[in-house]
T-cell receptor, first 111, second 115 residues
Framework: AQRVTQPEKLLSVFKGAPVELKCNYS??????LFWYVQYSRQRLQLLLRHISRESIKGFTADLNKGETSFHLKKPFAQEEDSAMYYC?????????????FGTGTRLKVLA | DTGVSQNPRHKITKRGQNVTFRCDPISEHNRLYWYRQTLGQGPEFLTY????????KSRLLSDRFSAERPKGSFSTLEIQRTEQGDSAMYLC?????????????FGAGTRLSVL
């Protein structure tokens, strides 16, 4: 089955602590992986995608094809990082496009 | 505002009624997507358009659901004979359409409540 798994519904960390939001995927093919973020009272927006290999707002994510993971990391959490984070993948299977989101992880950064 | 626009923002309807939602994508974007999101879940893909052509439909999109994108601009999603299980946030997104690595830009959504 093709799916994206985010095992943690809620992750609470203290300001300045490292953050790791986990994402595992199951997909037959070579998907593109994304992290989307939704801040309070704002719309869903892209945080970063694997193909760009960027660091956005101090966040990075490395695609591990062996472990089929795309964990999101930040060395020092800030209060403004508190938000809902969704891991997502897109790709094609037999010419059919697939867009699959995980169930999301709520990150709370405590002062 | 050059972002994706969705109307209405909220819709309350009685079971059995038909509802229609509208999505205006970013003007130069060729692709338009519809998702449904229920509480505690991530967005679930419903369908997408490349210009005016509807290229993919999820099994979630029952016969009561229909989507159109006439002229490749705005899109409408209609739900006929609504059921309580249709209560959800309906999200629209658009992208340039270069490939599956596209960045999707989301609207604020239409929240449907079926009483």
């Amino acid at each position: 089955a093709q799916r994206v798994t985010q095992p943690e519904k809620l992750l609470s960390v203290f300001k300045g602590a490292p953050v790791e939001l986990k994402c595992n995927y199951s997909y037959s093919g070579s998907p593109e992986l994304f992290w989307y973020v939704q801040y309070s009272r704002q719309r869903l927006q892209l945080l970063l995608r694997h193909i760009s290999r960027e660091s956005i707002k101090g966040f990075t994510a490395d695609l591990n094809k062996g472990e089929t993971s795309f964990h999101l990391k930040k060395p020092f959490a800030q209060e403004e990082d508190s938000a809902m984070y969704y891991c997502a993948l897109s790709g094609t299977t037999s010419g059919t496009y697939k867009y699959i989101f995980g169930t999301g992880t709520r990150l709370k950064v405590l002062a | 505002d050059t972002g994706v626009s969705q109307n209405p923002r909220h819709k309350i309807t009685k079971r059995g009624q038909n509802v229609t939602f509208r999505c205006d994508p970013i003007s130069e974007h060729n692709r338009l997507y519809w998702y449904r999101q229920t509480l505690g879940q991530g967005p679930e893909f419903l369908t997408y358009f490349q210009n005016e052509a509807q290229l993919e439909k999820s099994r979630l999109l029952s016969d009561r659901f229909s989507a159109e994108r006439p002229k490749g601009s705005f899109s409408t999603l209609e739900i006929q004979r609504t059921e309580q299980g249709d209560s959800a946030m309906y999200l629209c997104a658009s992208s340039l359409g270069g490939g599956y690595e596209d960045i999707q830009y989301f609207g604020a959504g239409t929240r449907l409540s079926v009483l």
